[in-house]
């Protein structure tokens, strides 16, 4: 493949036949990436800086060949990815795709739909639809949230993005429309554990209702939410001429994965009125198998609802599936309709459009990865990895628990393990900063009770027995060296 | 490929053989879908619930094979789909996907990298920085937007979430914070032009502001705003003891690609002390041109600004550039840091955690398909295409003129033309419904002054002169039909 040139025949776009080779070189690229992952270190070892010192300062005037590019990617940017994709990426949470993934988001990108109206896209609506309700059968999840019902789910960027249209929707029914209309004010509070995700913070604040009005609500020595002291905050504020108006509940907490009692907490929500957000960003995928549904006890109590099928669930990134019970009081707290965008289709009430159940108007065909996700593995497929998931956390997890020299220090759930040495902070620092740098597993860390503490989560696509029984044996390894 | 199931060697993944033969398999489809598309009709003809009736209600229990999965999407899905890619797709705005985009979009898809901090995705960061201060260059943005400076750029999901970040910005530096602690109150006002996009209302209340504090400001006969408005506005609200703090000009509106005078907005704004936003999201592409440059006049004044190269820059959504002129405003009024995401590199402070520069956690690599794009086609061939249809819209505007029947309903502006049968607006409904129900071709509309108006917006990737020439002879055909 030579350069384009612009040339009487020329018009500078990449011919069919180009096109046809450089997806060939990429998929062979990609093959020998995914299947010789781990010969690179987990975790990218490059200084701050390095991979822009090594680019252009100026975009190039004249195009260039594709195996140039390709070439740069090895040179340039390969020694600069954290390799999520790897069976020994333990860090975090997993950001497991898969092979039919890539395909459903590849014919994604070639069908380049906008969907954010059911006329502008309506196979990119309806597939979504149906997907979802598949999800939710999958999960069984509670009937209100079917779109046969009143509720449904949608697809959204993140479950930052999901939680700010949970948060958005309870402010207008609590203000009766007055927020989107009026302002803000200053007298809505909002309720999360204290071991919440951050983002729940950061879309409090985007919402205009400040973070003095979020209660971060004590945890029991389980991490979980103390629903006595959830109904004593909400029964404090009202007293003090406060709205308690919205409720955000983890199953699955980020640091310990921490089920909240979802049940007791949606029996406060329903006795004052509150909304009920259940986040079940990693969590949520485990309810696929009939054996782990315990965790969503009590989510037939909950106004909405998120997991991410990016994390746990072989579909890339971005694919966040956020469910409600009543969709009209999303869409109302988000619709607005400019006469460039009325039609027929929305207007015959008919249709979805689902540029009201999110901030962006755009939307790609997000539903198609995940689509070909369930068909390529089957719920069968999909139950069979997760539990094995599961099964390799329980191993290490009770691996941790035999050996004196370590701790778990939370109760091991589902498929994160948080654990430290016996000893230092600065000693456990030193382990994971030694393991890491290894480059041959990566994992993170967060503090409990004050403690610096690891945090282990299996969940990479490719993640199998051994990948877990070598960081075990590292882990160890490590151990020694430091005591 | 036989379906996957369960065997003593199968855990159900797609075996690299078969994720060679699918991905060839997806390419020939992909070149076949674009080299054949006019063969479509434009805008897809189903009825609603056609496509969902068609799907499985249940989910697959078994895994199914990708034949299978691609045959369906032959029988379900493409009957479905808007084509959003045909060159015959005049309508809202275009999203012109390309080759090179699809590719760097494959390969961010197969890299799996969630590049929420650098440390999580080094590469992922520093390309991005790189690329989006190359198209900072491109567009000969001023200086204040460039990362060597106090500014810098970031990918955003949509122009809606970066504007709804520019407004955050400014919310939080005219209530030093307050916002963001105690809550938003009712008394801050923010300005836009009656014609503005409607994301700009939409994020007014997501942020809290509400709807009654945004004053749209009256245009003047070509439709951009008229600053004299603006600045009385603003100083009645200070009279009246509200807090004026953001602006939103718009530099190619929605409705018409009128360009709002952005200097004297900008100076306004300078004066009161308020936040300068741009919207570009479409026309702020044709920048690439010098000779469209007068687009940007003012733009030195702007705060932020956002262009959406998801439109009309040949790379698929999601792809918006946000630039700020002091990411410490945009990082103050996001940033969070909870203990399980703190990291060496971050607290060095020689690196860039782009999770605090928009609403989501998570991102992928959106970076290389952008830098994919820019590499092929070079400067010059962007160029090439971007003037290829300011070129065409030209000649379709004087066509328009010179017809008796039909009259140009505002100034013709880059890439977009509005018009109208001379006549009712039932015979100039009539006629979009028959343009679009032929398949032909695809155009939507507004009303201007109260009157329905058609909008053909030219700027699909193979949209050439002979495309708009016969959509010239069939609106004309259909116009005889009417008359």
């Known amino acids: 493949m030579s350069a384009p040139k612009p040339s009487a025949n020329s018009n500078f776009h990449m011919p069919s036949e180009d096109f046809r080779k450089a997806a060939e070189q990429l998929t062979e690229w990609i093959i020998a990436y ?111 949230f079917h779109s046969r019902n009143n509720g449904g789910g949608v697809i959204q960027d ?124 990693m969590a949520g ?17 909950a106004d909405s609802f998120v997991f991410d099928a990016h994390k746990w669930l072989f579909t890339n990134f971005d694919c966040s599936c956020y469910y409600v019970a009543d969709r009209a009081a999303l869409t109302n707290a988000l619709s607005i309709t400019p006469e460039y965008l009325r039609n027929t289709a929305t207007e015959s009430g008919a249709v979805t459009d689902f540029r009201e159940w999110h901030v962006p108007l755009g939307r790609r065909f997000r539903a198609l990865k995940l689509w070909f996700v369930i068909r390529h593995y089957g719920v069968e497929g999909l139950r069979f990895h997760i539990r094995q998931h599961v099964e390799l956390t329980k191993w290490l997890a009770s691996e941790i628990k035999n050996d004196d020299r370590f701790e778990l220090s939370a109760p091991q759930s589902l498929n994160l393990v948080c654990f430290r040495l016996k000893g230092t902070d600065e000693q456990n620092q030193q382990l994971m900063s030694a393991l890491n740098k290894s480059g041959k597993m990566y994992l993170s860390h967060t503090k409990l009770n004050g403690k610096f503490v690891l945090r282990l989560c299996v969940g990479q696509t490719k993640t199998e027995r051994h990948h877990v029984e070598q960081a075990w044996e590292m882990i160890k390894a490590e151990a020694e060296k430091i005591a």
């Open 34 to 144: 995914r299947d010789g992952i781990e010969k690179f270190p987990v975790k990218s070892q490059v200084l701050p800086g390095e991979v822009a010192k090594s680019l252009p300062v100026h975009p190039p005037e004249n195009g260039e060949s594709f195996d140039q590019v390709l070439k740069d990617v090895e040179r340039f940017i390969l020694p600069g990815v954290t390799h999520w994709q790897s069976p020994n990426f333990f860090a975090y949470f997993p950001a497991n795709a898969s092979e039919p993934s890539l395909l459903g988001d590849m014919l994604s990108s070639a069908l380049g739909i906008q969907g954010m109206l059911w006329e502008t896209g309506p196979a990119c609506t309806e597939l979504e639809i149906v997907v979802l309700d598949w999800l939710a059968e999958m999960l069984d999840l509670p009937a209100q």
């Open 285 to 301: 995928t485990a309810a696929i198998c009939p054996e782990f549904r315990y965790i969503q006890r009590g989510v037939e109590l």
């Open 158 to 281: 993140s479950a930052s993005g999901a939680t700010l249209c949970a948060i958005l929707s309870a402010r207008e029914r609590a203000t009766n429309f007055s927020a989107n209309e009026n302002g803000v004010g200053q007298s809505l509070t909002a309720y999360t554990s204290a071991h919440a995700h951050s983002s729940i913070e950061k879309d409090i604040k985007i919402a205009g209702i400040g973070r003095k009005n979020l209660r971060l609500i004590e945890v029991a020595d389980d991490f979980t939410m103390r629903a006595d002291l959830l109904e004593k905050a909400i029964e404090q504020d009202k007293k003090d001429g406060k709205t308690p108006f919205f409720v955000c509940a983890a199953v699955g907490t980020t640091s310990t994965l921490a089920v909240d009692p979802v049940e007791e907490i949606g029996r406060i929500c329903r006795k004052h009125n509150v909304w009920l957000h259940v986040d079940a960003a």
